[in-house]
């Protein structure tokens, strides 16, 4: 298990990169360049890494394949192979985005989207990116939502199997799934479930907060870690067990001293718990 998170130090290449990644007492991180990055500067991060004992955890390709809009979606598409073809390059651990939605909002909450006819969209669009680009060194994955597949563990490896191709895999994000009071209240038996049975596919983990507020009707709110009811001690436990070393990447927070507070929290659970980021 590698502790991650973005990097707020500017750096011009490989060397300076590092120096910022470990600065921060990281063994992880996040793609340090973008898909438009030649070969030879993907291969001068990957050695960079490597040589630090630095994981690269993955490559965002943040769009909307879902979009109703054509150009919207042939655009997602195109992005989806180029960052999967530069996680390739750089041996990130993998490729992530959402599957997206047919909402106006690329991320948001729409009618449709967990109906059948979209989860066979979803299969088309992973197997269209993951066929274009055939990656030998790592994998596409779709960060699970609160409102479009994958929204559980199951409808993950339902995903699985109906895409049907090795180079598909997963990233966990187990606050997304939290989307109702019962796996909220009792968190730390849905996160044993999400590793049980994702675990041998997992590539690359969020780690983030929730809080359920006290108002009509339901309102889970993300938050830093440490701010929240996530068990952390059975959520750190769980990712350690994994056998592939797995990166542990904070996300969503608004400046580099509200990483430093999340990141603190995690490494002192950790610590309480003898074990290693």
């Known amino acids: 298990m590698r502790l991650g998170g973005p990097i707020f130090t500017p750096y011009a290449d490989p060397n300076s990169w590092v120096d910022a ?11 340090p360049i973008g898909p438009e990055a030649d070969d030879a500067t993907a291969r001068a991060y990957a050695a960079a890494a490597a040589e630090n004992d630095i994981v690269i955890a993955e490559v965002g390709a943040w769009s909307n394949p879902l979009s109703r ?11 989806c192979k180029r960052s999967l073809d530069l996680a390739d390059r750089i041996e990130a651990r993998c490729c992530v985005n959402i599957a997206g939605s047919l909402g106006e909002v690329w991320s ?9 006819e979209t989860f066979q969209l979803i299969v088309d669009s992973v197997r269209e990116i993951i066929d274009a680009v055939k990656p030998r060194r790592t994998f596409y994955t779709l960060e699970p939502m609160p409102w479009v597949h994958p929204d ?5 490896l339902r995903l699985i199997h109906a895409i049907d191709r090795p180079a598909f895999a997963v990233h966990l994000d187990p606050v997304n799934m939290i989307n109702c009071p019962q796996r909220y209240l009792d968190n730390a038996a849905f996160l044993r479930e999400c590793f049980r049975k994702l675990g041998p596919y997992i590539k690359s983990v969020h780690a983030k907060d929730i809080f ?3 108002t009509y009707t339901v309102h889970l709110e993300e938050r830093r870690p440490g701010l929240g009811q996530l068990d952390y001690r059975t959520f750190l436990h769980e990712a350690a067990a ?32 003898q074990l290693m980021l």
Do not use: W
């Open 242 to 273: 994994l056998e592939n070393d797995v990166p542990l990447m904070v996300e969503h927070l608004p400046n580099a001293d509200e990483y430093q507070l999340a990141v603190d929290y995690i490494r002192a659970v950790a610590r309480s718990e």
């Open 152 to 156: 559980s563990p199951d409808s993950y």
């Open 212 to 214: 359920l507020h006290d």
């Open 21 to 31: 990644v470990k600065a921060l007492g990281y063994r992880a991180a996040y793609c």
């Open 108 to 116: 948001g909450p729409a009618i449709g989207n967990l109906s059948e």
């Open 69 to 79: 809009d054509a150009v919207t979606r042939q655009a997602a598409l195109d992005l």
